[in-house]
C-alpha cells in the first residue's frame, strides 16, 4: 500500500507500507524531485545490463530523506513548511517514507533501527531548523493508526 501525506496540495512524504506488492517497477517520484524513490520486483534470471551513471549537474534546494524501518515501530509527526502540526502515523518494520517537504519528527514506540538516505554533503547547522514538537496529548493519528 502506497500512502500520501499532503498540506495545501504539496506532497510532504510517500509511505510505501511493507504490505505493497506489484510485478515490475514503479517510480512513487515525479522526476522534479532531487531523491527519488521506486519499487522493483523482478523474476530469477531478469538481467539489468551493467551501467555508469554519467555526471550530470543537479541543484539540491531541499534536503529529501528516504527512512527504511529495519526494525522496531515509530511514530512519524507532519508539520507543514511553517511548523505547523497536521497529523501523525506509525511505522513499522518493512516500512519506507520518502520525506520531500514540510516538517517532521519521530518518537521511537519501541526500540528502533532505521536505515536514512538523503542527499550530501551535510550542511551542519545549516541543514536544519529544529523547533518544538507537538504535546504528546494533542497527537492525531492519521487513519486510526495504532
Known sequence: MIERIFCNEKELAIIIRRSYHKEGI??????????QIGYMNRPAGYVIPPH????????VQYTKEVLLIRSGRLRVDFYSDTKDYLESTILEA???ILLAY???GFEMLEPT????????PYAGDHD???FDAIPTEQIKLKN???
Open 102 to 104: 514540510g516538517g517532521h
Open 128 to 130: 536544519k531548523t529544529r
Open 113 to 120: 533501527e532505521i536505515i536514512e538516505v538523503k542527499q550530501g
Open 26 to 35: 514503479e517510480f512513487f517520484t515525479p522526476g522534479t524531485y532531487s531523491q
Open 144 to 146: 486510526g493508526a495504532a
Open 94 to 96: 518493512g516500512d519506507v
Open 52 to 59: 555508469v551513471h554519467n555526471a550530470v549537474r543537479r541543484e
